[in-house]
């Protein structure tokens, strides 16, 4: 009888993984809300709450504020979240002992949530556009595409190790909540963290979205201020700061999956 | 093929700690496994009988590499199962069976080409692969349906298909047949008999006597962590006292009549239960030399006594060792 030994591939892995996500997603209707409903709501309210502040790219400030928030939690903690599911339906247990690294698995859902995240992204520029009957004055529309979606790999980047708490623990739900509002304002999702009190920036610069987002604003916004630093030094600080994440997710992962096989922790949900 | 047993394990030990409240953490140390020595052979079904909370599933998640072991050593197809994993798990399946394990939402058929992915199975052969694996186990014709519309019998014959899709060398299965149908359980049964002759090891894990009476040439007795018997049912037979059981039932026995008995030739055990409002003396004989007519003749005023003879069954056998470790 043969045995599948040497077949297994990071890449099938992620490939599996991210199948089973968007079949899971379209098999269960409460996705809707928040990847298609709420992008809507937060459209809305973004669109009015900037309308007020006025400008002439207020626009832009509402499609960042709405769309950050209709993407990054989904991003950010919707693989950790999958992970958490997996411990509740005992499939974490098979998953692990499977040959393929689970960290490959955790990127097939990084891969999705990025996805469906843009999705909802989409949605708010189309809500708030359709509100202001205008399209928002960007001065590099092609680089704020790609600087929107390197924004998403981010998030992603930081979810992936977020991720390696659930796989920890069963309690990662409650870090999640703890940090979840915070971590919003603090990388500046919907307000420049330069408007936060100067003793929350150490706080704010490890993070890697807070970096990237601040580069979008700088591409989008003529005369953005900002850190004060300039476009590029945001571009490179999002760039190292989101290496450093992914390295560490490489090798927490493999301690992560050591630990739990000491606790034997794997069933507890 | 490698001459290294399917299982070695060796003074293996597993202490789970148990952690109570949040500001004064109370830790509670509870040993699943006292030091067991284990060696399986390959190439035929293994059995592990145990009380509940014996240890059963400890060792099997050590041995399938879900558990790291306190101390001690396991070696699985002749690799350390905490050293060599990766080795290891595209060369072993695990069924632990029940309702969970699975993706309820998706069909069976998407739950084992995930499946059948993470373990690497050649992606030419997978669809091929998944369709054999579910004729072998008679769930063709529900492949498309959704898990949560799966009855337990079903999900276990899917838990069964995951554990063998990569064809493994090596299969834990964790009470494969708990809470299914009677038919059900045979039909697996039929199946668990049919991986053998594919070449495939098998520890299986049960608390039905019979089960493992008809599946398992060689069959070891856990209780509390620690392996009290191993050997063929015959041969776990004759360490009890005898592959002979007498039984006479009557209101009641003096201790002398006990005492009689005890010293016929061959009588091994005696031991006494109430049985509803009689009582009842089960006897382990060795010889033949003992016959109910010499055990009738031991209990006399008795006249409501019944002697019977019968087979001692591997529920006796696991029962007095058991009880005996209990003691």
Redesign the interface.
Known sequence: ?????????GR??V???L??AV??FM??PQWLIPSMIAPVIFGLVSFELFRGYGGPYYLIYAILGAGMMSMWGQTLYGSGWATGQDRV???L????????PYLY?ILGRVLWNVVSGLIGGLIVYVVVVAAAGSLPAVTDPVGFAVLFVFVMLTLAAVGVVFAAFYVYTRYAGFIQNIGEFAFYVGTGCMFPVVILPFFAWPASLFFPPTWALDALRYLAIPGYQGFGWGFWWDLVGAVATTTVYLTIAGTVFHRVE?HV??E?N??DY | MSSSPAIETIGLR?V?DTRKGFLFREVTHTEALRGVDLVVERGSIFGLLGPNGAGKT?LT?IL?????PSDGKALVLGHDV?KET?WL???IG?V?G?????????SGR?NL???A???????AERDRRIQAVLERVDLVWAADR?VEEYSRGMKQKLHIA?GIL????MLFLDEPTIGLDPKSARETRKLVRSLVT???TIFLTTHYMFEAEELCPQIAVLSKGRIVARDTVDGLRKLVGGDRTLEAEAYGFEDREVEALRRLPGVSKVASEEYGPSMRLTMRVRTLETTPADVTRCLPGHPELSVRERRTSLEDVYLDLVEEEAR
């Open positions: 009888m043969a045995t599948a030994a040497a077949n297994y591939s099938r892995g490939s599996a993984s199948r089973i079949l899971q098999a269960d339906f005992g499939t247990e098979p998953t692990i002992q499977a040959p393929t698995v050591r096989l000491e034997g794997l069933s | 597993r789970f400890t998640k399938s590499t879900l558990l790291a905490m990766a798990r595209p060369r695990l632990l029940g309702e969970r394990g699975l993706y309820n939402r998706i998407e080409r995930y499946f992915d993470l373990y690497g199975v050649p992606a959704r995951r990569h064809r493994p060398q594919d070449g495939v």
